[in-house]
């Protein structure tokens, strides 16, 4: 029927059976539970990839432009100066196609040279993989080991640094993935900063969740990826450099090619890039920074903060403990409880079309992960702690339903 | 006016004014020309990146999945599958979040160690590329110079392979972009096959473009970009890697851990990659590939072959000369004539909305260059045929207007 407003129906079509015709869907209908019909809809609380924001995702479907054309340096050099509020810092943020690792394999292999004497503080999945990186290319590496759940003791690097000045890099996670635990890169900082030794920080998952204010605290180089706080899709990874590392990639004689900084600071100077960028997701960067630049990088840290917080208090108030002491605003990891088979939480939880991460390594089966990370809201919060205690109860576990609702309801009213 | 069928109008509403209001647009207006008012609307025809298929876009813009997930690994195995159809080949395609010079670093620095020797057959911009590649990362690289304009000589390939019988690898354009040249990568093959030595095609520009039949033909590694012939977005690099290249993986020293051909191919047999990979894009890829598969990849190079003729006959119409003694299909290379000011094309077309590439190196000012590459037919010919006389004549080029566009319908119509 067709209305006008403050009008009666103006005609009356006549079905052409008096039936309803019956409908099957061709693929999946409603996923059934629990007696009630739920409407298939996905959820992505994964520590990244994370949800996109349709307008950044349609800002990707735009058509394309010549990136090497008047059309795309204005574009690049916007983005690149809003890369460096987003960083933090005065220094220079390139671009690469590439994921978060190619951007911390630039970072890494363009400043230190095959024999130099790095250290890498290792205490997740994460940590590790720069240690192998470092081995990969023939490298010094001292791969400390921190327990996981604990962020790296900033004494223990002071005793470490003390007793090899000559150290090329240190090696930190901001946010360590796997475990959701933030490391104190501030304090780290304190101790190479007046010193020859450089501050290489894995902000991969971290930046724009955990607070990171690379220039205040003297931080030489950061590496991220698109897929995490920057609220894009995977493909772009980002590095910004310090003076004091600019100095560094001069003198590196590591092998190199397609991750050279040097390659990549020298265009930007151009507004380009030495090879083809990936320029839709570009087109997605421009909207994405544009929303973070508009909620300010302090409220989207204190946005992180409150979503991480009100999550934690929900998963106490379930009978659910956090397995990081230094619990990161990136990721929230909650032990497995006693009276449930650890194995069957993520996939309790994607058959309602929620996407969350277990362990990783020997952790595997012994905790979950939801992070908040990006385009997330208050609401997201409630979601998935309804999520979460749905699958607990499926899974048997004993707590009072509702209660970790209930928790983060009366945190974020507080 | 609000119309049903059949009916007559059922409310009038009168203006607000009698006078239909005038408009200023916010932007720049319709672009004039000659008297003319040409609505802008761009039209891409560099050697990539290239227009880019709506149904693409549109799919590389759908919401997310997590790619360590049953959601990712089913669709990745499917375009795995759908690459090894367009590189003409049963081995695996692996797919890097890069560009296409990130592939084909893979290609090179998995294959080979530091001091071994390699020859890099260059005759233009991207096979210089490889060259300063290989001496970047330590190999003893023979880098052997032709003409620009003409493709390797296959004679002399085998001249230096019976002198370095130990030659790791030689590295050959399928097209070179700069001067739009096909190199007989079916004669090199011829050579290489048999031997220890491996043969690694930069198909960058080329691939679906120009004929390249990778297992029939007998060539080992092939890397390409998504911005050509593959009708994508910049973002992705692929490499296939033949049997003999997966031996020669195993033995290669090369620092590498990104771009790591073996963990790469590790991953691929689980339907997966080592990296976070840029899954939008993926999702497009998904789509471009069920497109040159409807075409069929035979009919695709037929069509691209079509499209270079046309264009051919049309410069040759309108007094220009071909720069290339054996051009290819992917981009069509065009001398400047000399009543014309070189440095002036590509910027002419541009005020037009029409993207065209210049010369590189010291052909820059001496030859434009057009490409006809991925989702184009034979409009797309007319028109740039003509967005090229137009320009031609604007910049005072003696030729008859109108014989391009003849020419192109001529052999079109034949």
Redesign the interface.
């Known amino acids: 029927m067709?209305f006008?407003a403050g009008s009666k129906p103006?005609?009356h079509f006549r079905p052409p059976s008096k039936r309803i015709p019956s409908w099957k869907p061709a693929g999946n209908g409603p996923q059934h539970m629990k007696g009630s019909t739920l409407l298939r809809k996905?959820y992505?609380y994964?520590p990244?990839?994370?949800?996109?924001p349709p307008q950044v995702?349609?800002a990707?479907?735009?058509?394309?432009?010549?990136?090497?054309?008047?059309d795309f340096d204005p574009l690049f050099k916007k983005v690149s100066e809003g890369l460096k509020y987003i960083f933090q810092t005065k220094n220079p943020v390139v671009t690469?196609?590439?994921?978060?690792?190619?951007a911390m394999?630039a970072a890494i292999v363009s400043t230190a040279s095959?024999g130099d004497h790095v250290i890498s503080l290792e205490s997740g999945k994460f940590g590790e993989r720069w240690g192998?990186?470092s081995q990969?290319?023939?490298f010094d590496v001292d791969r400390v080991q921190f327990e996981w759940g604990y962020g790296p003791d900033p004494n223990k690097v002071a005793e470490l640094l003390k007793a090899r000045p000559d150290t090329k890099a240190v090696y930190i996670e901001l946010c360590e993935t796997s475990t959701g635990t933030v490391s104190d890169v501030k304090a780290v900082a304190e101790i190479t900063r007046n010193t020859d030794t450089l501050l290489i920080v894995d902000a991969v998952s971290g930046l724009c969740a955990d607070e990171l204010r690379s220039d205040e605290w003297g931080v030489d180089l950061v590496g991220t990826?698109s897929?995490k706080g920057v609220m894009l899709?995977?493909?772009l990874g980002f590095v910004s450099v310090s003076a004091k590392a600019q100095e560094a990639i001069k003198k590196s004689k590591?092998?190199?090619?397609?991750?050279s900084l040097a390659k990549a600071l020298k265009e930007l100077e151009k507004n380009t890039t030495p090879?083809?960028?990936?320029?839709?997701?570009i087109f997605g960067l421009e909207v994405a920074l544009d929303m973070i630049q508009a909620e300010g990088i302090e409220n989207v840290w204190a946005r992180h903060a409150r979503l991480a917080e009100g999550s934690r208090q929900a998963m106490k108030a379930i009978n659910c403990t956090l397995f990081s002491k230094a619990p990161a605003n990136t990721v929230t990891t909650v032990n497995v409880p006693d009276d449930v088979d650890g194995s069957k939480i993520v996939k309790t939880l994607?058959e309602m079309g929620v996407?969350i991460?277990g362990g990783q390594g020997h952790l595997k089966g012994k905790i979950f992960r939801f992070a908040t990370l990006g385009y997330y809201n208050e609401f997201d919060v409630i979601t998935i702690v309804d999520a979460v205690e749905q699958a607990l109860a499926k899974l048997g576990h004993k707590f009072d339903r509702g209660a970790g609702v209930n928790a983060a309801q009366k945190y974020f009213a507080g």
């Open positions: 067709l006008l103006l005609l996905n992505i994964a990244g990839p994370v949800s996109v995702l349609a990707t479907a735009k058509p394309i432009i010549h990136h090497r054309s008047a690469f196609a590439s994921s978060g690792t190619g394999e095959p192998e990186l990969a290319y023939g990826g897929q899709p995977p493909g590591c092998p190199k090619f397609y991750f090879f083809t960028p990936a320029v839709n997701l994607k996407i991460a």
